[in-house]
């Protein structure tokens, strides 16, 4: 296959486009797969709280709450107003959706963007998410009564709290990276998304899980990044665990609107796949080959 190279658009995407970049990022992540232990169009796996008609169902509420975090960024408001509010957005998208659901995560982490986009008018705000995040964190941190929360506490786990403690330091090092090398090669956005939701597994620590299913979904995804193990296989052996490493898709999702940003959002359009057989644009030619699956034969994961 001929390699590509993504173009930058001259200018990332406004603010007022950033919450609409989120939602399509979401849609885009549930709808690529197989993935495992996470919910794609083929199963929700071990997700039986969630499957893909939820996540479509819940995703104007998860819209309308990162417009009100960004209204609050732009307005000045302080990142403790944010903080409370964002307990009450997860209701709203539940109720949106008709019931649990696991979009938790991204919801969090795209409202602290869109506010720190907002108060910082830059719709690529990293610096200002490390300046906010530690009294939002806080504010999670002593109110944290759940299972997974007592967890992240006691354990030190990062987590979807230490991406934004972080300034989303594995979606710039390791999904972004991923996304674009794999989407540049292959043309396949189902392949990238696939790609960096496994390179995300190796390196984060996910709260929802124990420390022996962190080590055995970090030591499984390194096998199939180092193409030691086959996909379908992977998803048969997470499913019979009944392991879900939701931040993997969390970051995932992150990272496609960091991609929207840089590159335009029809960037990550389902219909520039090839493997659906449907049309779209193509991105420039005469790209770097970033070899298969976005990483080095037997040196790891790049960026």
């Known amino acids: 296959m001929v390699a590509r190279r993504l173009q930058r658009v001259e200018a990332p995407l406004g603010l007022r486009e950033l919450p609409s970049a989120f939602k399509d990022a979401v849609a885009v992540e549930v709808c690529c797969g197989p993935k495992p232990g996470l919910v794609d169009p083929f199963s929700p796996h071990p ?156 390196v984060i620590e996910d709260a929802g899980l124990s420390e022996g299913e962190r080590r055995f979904v970090r030591s499984m995804a390194s096998k199939a990044m180092r193409g030691e193990a086959e996909l379908d296989e992977l998803v048969s052996v997470f499913d019979s665990v009944g392991v879900k490493p939701a931040a993997a898709a969390d970051v995932t999702a992150v990272g496609l609107a960091v991609v929207g940003v840089r590159y335009g959002r029809d960037v990550f359009s389902p219909y520039r796949d090839p493997e659906r057989g449907l049309g779209g644009g193509e991105m420039g030619e005469h790209g770097e080959d970033s070899g298969p699956g976005g990483w080095n034969e037997g040196r790891g994961l790049r960026g």
């Not at 995560?105 to 720190?116: D, E, K, P, R």
């Not at 610096?127 to 941190?141: G, H, L, M, N």
């Open 47 to 202: 997700n039986v709280d969630m499957d893909v008609l939820e996540f479509s169902r819940c995703l104007t509420a998860f819209k309308d709450c990162l417009e009100e975090a960004l209204e609050m960024g732009l307005e000045g408001e302080g990142p403790a107003a944010l903080a409370r509010l964002i307990p009450a957005w997860n209701v709203d998208v539940m109720t949106e959706a008709g019931g649990p659901n696991t979009v938790r995560g991204v919801l969090f982490l795209g409202a602290l963007y869109c506010y720190s986009a907002g108060l910082s008018g830059d719709p690529l705000p990293f610096d200002t998410v490390r300046e906010v995040a530690p009294e939002i964190v806080s504010e999670f941190e002593r109110c944290s009564h759940t299972k997974c929360g007592r967890r992240r506490i006691e354990e030190g786990l990062p987590g979807v709290l230490g991406e934004a403690l972080s300034g989303f330091v594995t979606v710039r090092t390791v999904s972004v990276p991923v996304l674009v090398r794999v989407l540049a090669r292959t043309g396949s956005l189902g392949r990238a998304v696939v790609a960096s939701t496994l390179a995300c597994m190796v």
